[in-house]
Nanobody
């Protein structure tokens, strides 16, 4: 049974940092790409970042490039999202998603399991 559990969300001030974690279980983690996506209230799903199964290739949305860093620890079955220089527009529910193969994409159809999400609120 595949399970993805996000943690690390919370309240941060503009310019602050948060580190999200997604603990995975129920599948061979090192064989699959992982991604982070977010959804702000009243808006659609936005892909934030993705990482290939081997952790070498990554992608970022233009809105977070240079501020967010995705990484994974295949020994711990965990993917991370380090978020720096946070802005109020980063406020959203952040989801972890499992890819259906080793290559990360920005297409929802390529992800077959999702976590419940962790809320990130950026406000002074």
């Amino acid at each position: 049974q595949v399970e993805l559990v996000e943690s690390g969300g919370g309240l941060a001030q503009p310019g602050g940092s948060l580190r999200l974690s997604c603990a995975a279980s129920g599948f061979p983690f090192s064989s699959y790409a992982m991604s982070w996506a977010r959804q702000a209230t009243g808006k659609g799903l936005e892909w934030v970042s993705g990482i290939d199964s081997d952790g070498i290739d990554t992608f970022y949305a233009d809105s977070v490039k240079g501020r967010f860093t995705i990484s994974r620890d295949n020994a711990k079955n965990t993917v991370y999202l380090q978020m720096n220089s946070l802005k109020p527009e980063d406020t959203a529910l952040y989801y972890c998603a499992k890819g259906d193969g080793p290559i990360a994409t920005m297409f929802r159809a390529n992800y077959d399991y999702w976590g419940q999400g962790t809320q990130v609120t950026v406000s002074s």
